[in-house]
């Protein structure tokens, strides 16, 4: 049975383990080395399960302790190519750890096969994945996206599992104390998805399949995680879909302080 296990999430850091309990990845790691470690004991989970990494982007709140947890475990690194050198060029690359570019075919790892896509947002060259697990489950990641492509729909369409950005309330954020240009960065295609442009996703993606959803990548300062989830929740049941019979929706903690692992 594959495991779902949200380590962190949010501006502050974010990083996810999916696989079983003893073969698995990381996707991103946006806190300390320290800080991971001790949250994947949390969660269950040994270091020497854990056969890659794989990056979305280069911004920190993603990457802060790569270089030092991979560097430290001796795990590879993969992300796109545009990402591994905004990596180089910040010396988070310093040798320690194997890193590899992955190209949209694809590749496996802990027996499973992870596929990037490619993602809107103001970065080199962001990925999204799409995992298949070793009893083939599909899990989509996409988070850290100003619109939903066409390319990102499709990784997301027919996927059992859909880890989804729902970064902010428009209105929280518009009336907030962020400067003007930060706050157009956000709302741009390039930014983050908004509470209101993720629930309008989901009955979509109900209707093509997917039937578990986990909200992710919440701002601190500008969302919370029960207006993002009633968003969501709205949503779906105006378009007649049922919680706990069609679809289950939940909210990934900022720290998994719980050891929090979703079965599925």
């Known amino acids: 049975m594959a495991r779902l296990c949200p380590l962190f999430s949010g501006s502050n850091g974010n990083s996810y383990y999916i696989g079983s309990r003893d073969r698995g990845i990381l996707i991103d790691v946006g806190r300390s080395a320290k800080q991971t470690t001790e949250m994947l004991q949390k969660c269950g989970i040994p270091l020497s399960a854990i056969e890659g990494i794989f990056v979305t982007h280069e911004h ?28 180089n060029d910040a010396q988070i690359l310093d040798g320690k750890f194997p890193c590899t570019a992955i190209g949209l075919e694809g590749m496996v790892c802990a027996g499973m096969e992870i596929v990037p896509f490619h993602t809107s947002h103001d970065c080199a060259e962001g990925y999204g994945y799409l995992v298949k697990t070793t009893d083939d489950h599909r899990v989509s990641f996409s988070t850290d996206l100003g619109v939903v492509t066409p390319e990102v729909a499709e990784s997301m369409e027919g996927a059992d599992f859909v880890v989804v950005e729902s970064n902010h309330d428009v209105g929280m954020l518009q009336s907030g104390p962020y400067p003007y240009p930060l706050k157009r960065r956000i709302l741009s295609a390039k930014g983050h998805l908004s509470n209101e442009t993720c629930a309008d996703l989901l009955p979509h993606l109900a209707g093509k399949g997917t039937t578990r959803f986990l909200l992710a990548h919440l701002s601190q300062e500008n969302n919370t995680p029960e207006l993002a989830y009633q968003t969501a929740l709205c949503s779906l049941q105006m378009a007649g879909l049922h919680l706990d019979r069609d679809f289950s929706l939940s909210v990934a903690p900022r720290e998994n302080t719980a050891g929090q692992t979703i079965l599925f």
């Open 60 to 87: 920190s709140d993603h990457v802060k302790g790569l270089r030092v947890f991979a560097g430290r475990n001796k795990i590879p690194v993969y992300a796109s190519l545009g990402t591994l050198e905004a990596l």
